[in-house]
């Protein structure tokens, strides 16, 4: 099993310029995320999907949008890049947090390193 | 506010010394923490679980406890290698949210 894989693995963008990162899993997960992490700021969590069509908003979610068309795929989109959106950016995916059992425990991709200019 | 504060922001220990990490939160009711590592580019790894209604969790070298009285969680690795140099992110969950990550502590074990 690959596990959690993101692509690419750094992107450079002017200012203006969109892209998509792109995550998959194999893991057969429900739930799946995406966090940045910036230096002192720790992850934060962008967006995040319950499931295949499901997408919702998480802490830090202006500039970016999501789509999860199929259950083991989860994109994030830039549409207008912006110098403060250089970041590093971590999908994860787990099988669950709801019910007595859940504990979503998360596992994350390799991260994907993003410059804007 | 709610926040969640992991202590220290970098711990320097020799090899075989025990390192304390520890994990304090306010005005969350988790109904558990996870303790993850991450190398440097790299993910995090899950490491540890530990449930509102347990007090200490073990696995190898390492130790988690969790006291909802005073809001904190400490992680204990004993007989600490070089190899266990990394930054620890601690995570919290109130019953049906998402996980909220702590900055993280980096440690670093000299031999």
């Known amino acids: 099993n690959a596990g959690v894989t993101q692509t690419p693995k750094f992107r450079v963008l002017k200012t203006g310029q969109s892209m998509t990162l792109l995550c998959a899993q194999d893991?057969?997960?429900?739930?799946m995320y995406w966090y940045r992490q910036d230096p002192g700021m720790g992850l934060r969590l962008i967006h995040y999907s319950v499931g295949e069509g499901t997408t919702a908003k998480g802490e830090v979610p202006d500039g970016y949008n999501v789509s999860r068309l199929k259950k083991q795929n989860f994109l994030l989109g830039l549409e207008s890049a912006a110098p403060s959106q250089t970041s590093v950016y971590f999908c994860?995916?787990?099988?669950?947090?709801?019910?007595?059992?859940?504990?979503?425990?998360?596992?994350f991709g390799p991260g994907t390193r993003l410059t804007v200019l | 506010s709610q926040k969640i504060e992991q202590n220290s922001e970098a711990l320097n220990i020799q090899e075989g010394k025990t390192a304390t990490l520890t994990c304090n939160y306010t005005n969350y009711s988790p109904a558990y923490l996870q303790w993850y590592r991450q190398d440097p580019g790299r993910g995090p790894v899950f490491l540890l679980l530990?449930?509102?209604?347990?007090k200490e969790k073990r696995k190898e070298r390492l130790k988690v406890t969790f006291d909802t009285t005073l809001k904190q969680s400490l992680f204990h690795i004993t007989a600490s290698q070089p190899a266990d140099s990394a930054t620890y992110l601690c995570a919290l969950s109130e019953a049906g949210t998402a996980l909220i990550f702590g900055k993280g502590t980096t440690l670093s074990v000299s031999s």
């Open positions: 994860a995916s787990s099988y669950s947090y709801r019910g007595l059992a859940a504990t979503d425990t998360q596992y």
């Open positions: 530990i449930r509102e209604n347990e």
């Open positions: 893991m057969n997960h429900e739930y």
